[in-house]
């Protein structure tokens, strides 16, 4: 008899090649176009190999997720793919029938360890690179194109350059063509530390602006990311490639 509809899906017949981290991005690049993921559960143990739990914040993106992903050929196996018997943690917790288990003891916090802040930074720009991987995936899948190891190596690589590191030069495109050094100086002028407008020849759509420091062009970057220079022109901003 088929489990009920919940939050999470079971998936069997994985890969049992591929490594637990890559797994896992991997299943939340071709399953985040569904809805939210709270989490994805993969565990290598010899009991657990080629299997994972998905578990989305909507029960509906759950059903989408299984109708549309059954029998998909992931990594050159088709996925097997269920609702789970039982509720996650998480939304067992959502719907106050979670039951606590022993907690295992806490390990010594050690000096190495990433500040609070660090890995909030850490995580945002990782799920920042996630959604890039998803809505390529996404594309990629609308195509046709076979989701193995080599795809999901460009899709790394795409998200790896997608943003580049802050630093105190911004990169603008999707620029209309009437775009000039005027315009963009007066728009970006109103920011400390500007410095300058540079146009690229021949390129009206495109161009770079400098800052005194990754600071100053962060705080640009984000108040101006997505702006209309015109009703059709939505201007992208990101850090130059140094």
Same mark, same amino acid.
């Not at 079971?10 to 991997?26: F, G, H, Q, R, V």
């Not at 580049?164 to 109103?190: A, G, V, Y």
């Not at 495109?206 to 209309?228: C, H, P, R, W």
């Given at each position: 008899?088929?489990n009920?509809?919940n939050? $999470?899906?079971y998936?069997?017949?994985l890969?049992?090649k591929?490594?637990?981290?890559?797994?896992?991005?991997s299943?939340?690049?071709?399953?985040?176009?569904?809805?939210?993921?709270?989490?994805?559960?993969?565990?290598?143990t010899?009991k657990?190999?080629g299997?994972? *739990?998905?578990?989305?914040?909507?029960?509906?993106?759950?059903?989408?997720?299984?109708?549309?992903?059954?029998?998909?050929?992931?990594?050159?196996?088709?996925? &097997?793919?269920?609702?789970?018997? $039982?509720?996650?943690?998480?939304?067992?917790?959502?719907?106050?029938? *979670?039951?606590?288990?022993?907690k295992?003891?806490?390990r010594?916090?050690?000096?190495?360890?990433?500040?609070?802040?660090?890995? &909030?930074?850490?995580?945002k720009?990782?799920?920042?690179k996630?959604?890039?991987?998803?809505?390529?995936?996404?594309?990629?899948?609308s195509?046709?194109?076979?989701f193995?190891q080599? $795809?999901m190596?460009l899709?790394?690589?795409a998200a790896?350059?997608?943003?580049?590191?802050?630093?105190?030069?911004?990169f603008l $495109?999707?620029?209309?063509?009437e775009t000039?050094?005027?315009?963009l100086?007066?728009?970006?002028?109103?920011?400390?530390?500007f410095?300058?407008?540079?146009?690229?020849?021949?390129?009206?759509?495109?161009? *770079?602006?400098?800052?005194?420091?990754?600071?100053?062009?962060?705080?640009?970057?984000?108040?101006?990311?997505?702006?209309?220079?015109t009703?059709?022109?939505?201007?992208?901003?990101?850090f130059?490639?140094?």
């Amino acid at each position: 008899m088929d489990n009920r509809p919940n939050h $999470t899906i079971y998936i069997n017949n994985l890969n049992e090649k591929i490594k637990k981290e890559e797994l896992k991005k991997s299943l939340n690049a071709i399953f985040s176009q569904f809805g939210p993921i709270h989490d994805i559960i993969a565990l290598k143990t010899l009991k657990m190999r080629g299997q994972a *739990f998905v578990i989305f914040k909507e029960i509906s993106s759950a059903t989408n997720a299984l109708r549309s992903m059954q029998g998909f050929p992931f990594y050159d196996k088709p996925m &097997r793919i269920q609702y789970s018997k $039982t509720d996650s943690d998480v939304i067992a917790k959502m719907k106050g029938s *979670f039951v606590e288990r022993p907690k295992k003891p806490r390990r010594e916090a050690g000096s190495g360890e990433l500040s609070k802040k660090a890995k &909030r930074k850490a995580a945002k720009e990782n799920m920042a690179k996630q959604q890039q991987m998803a809505a390529a995936a996404a594309s990629m899948m609308s195509q046709g194109i076979p989701f193995n190891q080599q $795809t999901m190596q460009l899709l790394h690589a795409a998200a790896a350059v997608a943003e580049q590191p802050p630093n105190q030069i911004l990169f603008l $495109t999707n620029l209309p063509d009437e775009t000039n050094e005027m315009m963009l100086s007066m728009l970006f002028n109103q920011f400390p530390g500007f410095k300058e407008v540079r146009l690229v020849p021949g390129r009206h759509d495109i161009a *770079f602006v400098e800052f005194e420091n990754e600071i100053q062009s962060s705080a640009a970057k984000e108040a101006l990311q997505g702006f209309k220079i015109t009703p059709t022109n939505a201007m992208k901003i990101s850090f130059a490639k140094k």
